[in-house]
């Protein structure tokens, strides 16, 4: 989902990564530079899924022009919000009740065809596609923190509008009624800037939200998560399937892609894992890679400061263990990466995978949005005509499907030179996977179906071949 009628600019906030928003008219969106010193100090991984959402319900109140036109009602803007959360819940296929027609107080269509066809091409225009399941409660999260911070700046923005702008008190303290009177008012101010101007209609717009609708924002009516259905263990672990894994290099449009899918099936670390890495990290000579921790603990203690932020959920080791023969490949495409794609970062980061793009080239990309580098992978995958699964032809298998492919691998395949049967233990496959705990482990590995399967032959072989006659057959089979 991409940035229509705001911009969204890397920044930085005593040091650490942040961010800021761009009007059309080149003035910073001061509410959505409020927010982003707010979350500050939260995690790296945090900061950016929250800068992302909220940078996109502004887009998109700009969009419907809730923000940057007229002053609009706060009924407006809580229906456009509800709009919001039915367009994340349903993209494209949006479709309002039949009694929608009746509470609306947009004034936008004056019928629920016209509405919908409204909403839909809005969509369209922003690229909004229905959210996972899994993504309703950091985006619900994003938006309620955002819009609590915009109750509190509305009280700024009074005061501002009062000490700076010498507006009447008495029309201050109506605007906690109607604000129109009070906007209508800032915006013939001569005593205030362009961007006090806006950062006072904003907040004035946006602060009043959580204390009108008396709640927070929900999951759309329909949507809220059920008691989750066991799935069956043959859909629960869906390895990549390695025999495609050339096609899906060949589909691949650079070597920076080519190098970190390479070290995502060569070692099973997490992607989240291998964008933090930095040139130090990895030996070239003796052909390893170190994960290391940001929290100061085994090899990853020395790390600066700026970088405990970093998203990392832990391994029990830092070195990493590189099958082949996707270990040779992904030192081969590091060189040609490192070659022909790299370039010196003008903030002097060290990180590993960087954005190609000229307007970012040299910035980390780890800052990337999860979706973007989901949809670079499933993309290759398309171009490349990778099928499913046999359970699941249709699944289109993601960047996380190489590690369970490490683990399946290193379960059951892996040879062990003067054991008879392939595989390591689940201990060892633990170690190599980072986990602290076995039961994490298990989700990635498991022994092959088709092992039981070759168990249940033998089985049906040996009963056959015990005896000359079928009297040495079960009773069951034999009357039969």
């Known amino acids: ?253 650079s070597w920076r892609d080519k190098t970190l899918w390479t070290l995502l099936a060569a070692s099973g670390i997490r992607r989240s894992e291998a964008l933090n890495l930095e040139w130090e990290h990895i030996d070239i000579e003796e052909e390893m890679v170190y994960v290391l921790d940001p929290e100061f603990t085994r090899y990853g203690r020395d790390l600066p400061e700026q970088e405990r932020s970093s998203r990392f959920k832990g391994r029990v080791v830092s070195w990493t263990y590189l099958r082949q023969p996707y270990r040779s490949w992904f030192f081969e495409f590091l060189l040609r990466y490192r070659q022909h794609e790299y370039v010196l970062p003008k903030d002097g980061n060290n990180f590993v995978f960087q954005y190609l793009y000229v307007r970012y080239a040299g910035s980390p990309l780890r800052e990337a949005a999860d979706s973007s580098l989901n949809e670079a992978f499933t993309s290759a995958v398309k171009r490349a005509g990778i099928p499913g699964p046999p359970v699941a032809p249709k699944h289109v298998w993601t960047a996380h499907s190489l590690r369970h492919a490490y683990g399946m691998y290193m379960l059951n395949d892996f040879v062990v030179p003067g054991q008879d049967v392939p595989g390591l233990t689940e201990a060892e496959v633990q170690l190599l996977m980072g986990h602290e705990d076995i039961n994490s482990t298990r989700k990635y590995a498991r022994r092959r179906e088709s092992r039981l399967k070759e168990r249940l032959i033998m089985n049906d072989r040996a009963m056959l071949s015990s005896s000359g006659s079928i009297s040495g057959l079960p009773p069951a089979i034999s009357s039969r």
């Open 1 to 253: 989902m991409g940035l229509r009628n705001v911009r969204r600019l890397k920044t930085s906030t005593n040091g650490k990564a942040s961010w800021c928003l761009l009007d059309s008219n080149q003035l910073p969106i001061t509410v959505f530079d409020e927010f982003c010193r707010k979350i500050a100090d939260d995690a790296y991984a945090t900061k950016l899924r929250y800068a992302v959402v909220v940078s996109r319900f502004i887009d998109y109140l700009y969009e419907v022009e809730i923000l940057g036109k007229r002053a609009v009602t706060r009924s407006a803007v809580n229906q456009a919000i509800d709009y919001y959360l039915l367009l994340l819940a349903h993209g494209e296929n949006i479709s309002l009740g039949a009694g929608a027609i009746a509470s609306d107080l947009t004034g936008v269509a004056s019928d629920l065809h016209l509405r919908e066809k409204s909403l839909k091409q809005v969509a369209r225009r922003l690229g909004i596609r229905p959210l996972m399941s899994s993504s309703w409660s950091n985006t619900l999260a994003a938006l309620n923190r955002f819009l609590r911070l915009c109750s509190m700046l509305e009280n700024e923005a009074r005061e501002i509008a009062l000490i700076r702008g010498g507006l009447d008190r008495v029309l201050i303290e109506a605007s906690s009624v109607d604000y129109t009177p009070l906007l209508e008012a800032v915006e013939g101010s001569l005593k205030l800037s362009r961007i006090e101007i806006q950062y006072i209609k904003q907040a004035s717009m946006l602060g009043g939200v959580i204390r009108f609708r008396s709640t927070d924002l929900e999951r759309p009516k329909g949507l809220a998560a059920g008691r989750k259905r066991k799935k069956q263990s043959d859909l629960a672990v869906l390895e990549f399937p390695m025999l495609h894994f050339e096609k899906l290099l060949q589909a691949t449009i």
